[in-house]
């Protein structure tokens, strides 16, 4: 199961750096590719919004 970016985020780009599976993807809300994210948590750890979370 993926982890999920809520409408809460700041796109701030901490988690893009984080992501060891590079599956996350820059935006107005950034996202993450549901395909590539192996649920480890990593981003969701470094978020200053706590906008990751478990889909």
């Known amino acids: 199961m993926a982890h999920v970016i809520s409408d809460s985020c700041i796109a ?5 750096s984080e992501c060891p ?11 993450i590719n549901p395909d590539i994210c192996t649920d480890c948590g ?14």
């Open 12 to 16: 701030c780009g901490t988690c893009i």
């Open 21 to 31: 599976m590079e599956a996350i993807s820059e935006g107005d809300i950034y996202s």
């Open 42 to 55: 990593t981003c969701a750890a470094v978020c200053p919004t706590e906008s990751i979370h478990p889909a």
